[in-house]
T-cell receptor, first 114, second 112 residues
């Protein structure tokens, strides 16, 4: 069964450093997403991406964040200058459509900022 | 604005007992509703969803949920809990855009 994959599973970085989280969505999906889950809190939407551009973003997704689909398979989330409060589990998801279509989630990348 | 409230961050049931996980939503448009399960160190897996039509929806692993518009609820049930059901459960609502709004999750413990 096709699945969303994410690398790395765990990333430790120092405050102020740039990190890139990588995702390979399911191949025939058209919508791509990033969510994050701070420990003990709810899963929060960051951004959705369709047709090579951002379709929706939350207040969390400020200028420190960017997304890219550099080729036909990868989808990346870059955090330009990490802060302690960026420590969280980051989930990538993909779907064949928006709205009623289920989103398929990857296993997550745990980002620890020290 | 859309939001989801899951009552009870931790629920414990005995093996073989009824599982009831509560979800109430707020939506400015007719919602699409989802339940996801998260096992330790894994991503979120879809259990079931409601979009239109029959208000009682059946999902995987014997779970079902009923959409009650008058109560703005979408509670998840399973008649008989199994040890393998121990996990974190998340209710989510979509406002027909691309964003899902998740609840804070309910951790289910199954006692042998």
């Amino acid at each position: 069964e096709p699945e969303v994959t994410q690398t790395p599973s765990h990333q430790v970085t120092q405050m102020g450093q740039e990190v890139i989280l990588r995702c390979v969505p399911i191949s025939n999906h058209l919508y791509f997403y990033w969510y994050r889950q701070i420990l003990g809190q709810k899963v929060e939407f960051l951004v959705s991406f369709y047709n090579n551009e951002i379709s929706e973003k939350s207040e969390i997704f400020d200028d420190q964040f960017s997304v890219e689909r550099p080729d036909g398979s990868n989808f990346t989330l870059k955090i330009r200058s990490t802060k302690l409060e960026d420590s969280a589990m980051y989930f990538c998801a993909s779907s064949i459509g928006a709205g009623s279509h289920e989103q398929y989630f990857g296993p997550g990348t745990r980002l620890t900022v020290t | 604005a859309q939001s989801v409230t899951q009552l009870g961050s931790h629920v414990s049931v005995s093996e073989g007992a009824l599982v009831l996980l509560r979800c109430n939503y707020s939506s400015s448009v007719p919602p699409y509703l989802f339940w996801y399960v998260q096992y330790p160190n894994q991503g979120l897996q879809l259990l079931l969803k409601y979009t239109t039509g029959a208000t009682l929806v059946k999902g995987i692993n014997g779970f079902e949920a009923e959409f009650k518009k008058s109560e703005t609820s979408f509670h998840l049930t399973k008649p008989s809990a199994h040890m393998s059901d121990a996990a974190e459960y998340f209710c989510a609502v979509s406002d027909r855009g691309s964003q899902f709004y998740f609840g804070t999750g309910t951790s289910l413990t199954v006692i042998p």
